[in-house]
Nanobody, 130 residues
Framework: QVQLVESGGGLVQPGGSLRLSCAASGFTLDYYAVAWFRQAPGKEREGVACIKDNNEQTFYADSALGRFTISRDNAKNTVYLQMSALNPEDTAVYYC???????????????????????WGKGTQVTVSA
């Protein structure tokens, strides 16, 4: 079955850290760009970080710069999002998405646009609260 599965979410105190994982099954992530998006209650889905396939170039939203790190382990067919200095505004469902074609990679990584070609996982909840 072709799917992306996110894990690693949970409840964390402000200032804490979490590492999210996005594992692919049924296909190989090697040739896909992968991004993390998040959606808070009552808000639109927004891009957080993206990593390309070939040179592993990374992109971050302003809200994630200096606090989040996206990385990939192709041997494990997995992409990670290391999050630190979390605050309540980071509370959201976090989704990973993957695209392959150049046009979609441009949209997703350079513009953090939610395009129809993105293959999404079902998400993992991150709650930052004291």
């Amino acid at each position: 079955q072709v799917q992306l599965v996110e894990s690693g979410g949970g409840l964390v105190q402000p200032g804490g850290s979490l590492r999210l994982s996005c594992a692919a099954s049924g296909f190989t992530l090697d040739y896909y760009a992968v991004a993390w998006f998040r959606q808070a209650p009552g808000k639109e889905r927004e891009g957080v970080a993206c990593i390309k396939d070939n040179n592993e170039q990374t992109f971050y939203a302003d809200s994630a710069l200096g606090r989040f790190t996206i990385s990939r382990d192709n041997a494990k067919n997995t992409v990670y999002l290391q999050m630190s200095a979390l605050n309540p505004e980071d509370t959201a469902v976090y989704y990973c998405g993957a695209v392959h074609d150049d046009h979609s990679v441009q949209a997703m990584c350079h513009g953090f646009r939610d395009v129809d070609t993105i293959r999404w996982g079902k998400g993992t909840q991150v709650t930052v609260s004291a």
